[in-house]
């Protein structure tokens, strides 16, 4: 079957068994090899993580937590968890960490279950002003329980307005603010959150998701100071394992923990969360900081090359790993754009902006991210060569097997999975 996707010894026996499901992963991996990879929240986790992904840990039922659990044969995956829980500690500067959160909606709703009761009140950013499903969309738990009102950005600054938020807090006086967004390019100020939380008597819960790996790099300023709790996932620029954690103030402990097990979830996936302490392990490196920091300013590269092709970056510009940009100069919708930019091999997303006078299945805007290209070795030179072919795949869809050309030979340049071995 040629490479692996694996770093076990397993791929063989895969291949030879289920060659169907095998050559689904071979495929998926020249998939992600053979092109731009810019969707913000994806990443290029390390062989080390994906090793820790594949090992027996999966077999194993843990329910509970390390020293308190409800099966026999834990002293191993204890032992993981335990480890995992002192460097996400560590590493954040938190007062306590759950790492059993199977994602970030999971973390979420944990968060939820230990702060709020169904029909209580809670402040967020809308969902299409950059927002996520779990922070009151009609469709999720959280709108469906809870009596979610929202904050937006501003028509003009394309900003939040703390003085709106304030203003909010103060009519509608929330039990749980949250601040954190999946398509905000800047950062949040986290201290006039805990400012207005404090006001109203707020639990201030930040979904860290999509900077957490950015905090982790010492990149942009930490939300654990002024949070309550922290909810994130552990695979978008942390580059870590699928999966969610929180961190929260040590007088909160029980309440997540129990709010996470058993209130949310049974068994933990103890493969998951060794890879979690695996990324942990490695976004303590110096390595990883110069990491965090290149993603940035390969996000500001692009998104100024973006701006010169006539794609305006909504706020615009970055101070993070994504640019969100608005199409409507350049008369393409977000949803032609990303087919577009698929035939050329270059996979991004089309996204809503604020005040989109588009649908959300079609949108006016498009969402990239520089984690994966960045893990991949490219920089601000490559940016500015990624922008233009965005440019002309988005403007000029004819040209996209020209544009796809040139992807491959970029890509060849900065192989994705460069040590990945042959022929296991
Ligand atoms: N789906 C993630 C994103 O792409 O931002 C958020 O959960």
Redesign the pocket.
Known sequence: MGESPFWGPDFEQLSAEDPEIAGILLSELDRARGGLQL???ENFTSPAVLAALGSTLSNKYAEGYPGKRYYGGCAEVDKAEVIGIERAKQLFGAEHANLQPHS??SANLAAYGAFVKPGETVLAMSLPHGG??THGSKVNFSGKWFEVVSYGVREDTETIDYDEVRAIALQHRPRLIICGA??YPRLIDFAAFRQIADEVGAILMVDA??FIGLVAGKAIPSPVPYADVVTF?THKVLRGPRGGMVLCKAEHAAAIDKAVFPMMQGGPLMHAVAAKAVALKEAMSPDYQSYAAQVIRNAQALSAELAAQGMRPVSGGTDTHLALIDLRGVGVTGADAEVRCDAARITL?KNAIPYDPQPPTVGSGIRVGTPSVTTQGMGEAEMAVIGRLIGTAVTNPAAAAAVADEVSDLVARFPAYAQTPVGV
């Open positions: 969707i913000a929240s970030g909606a996520h499903l999946t398509a998701a999509h996932t997303n």
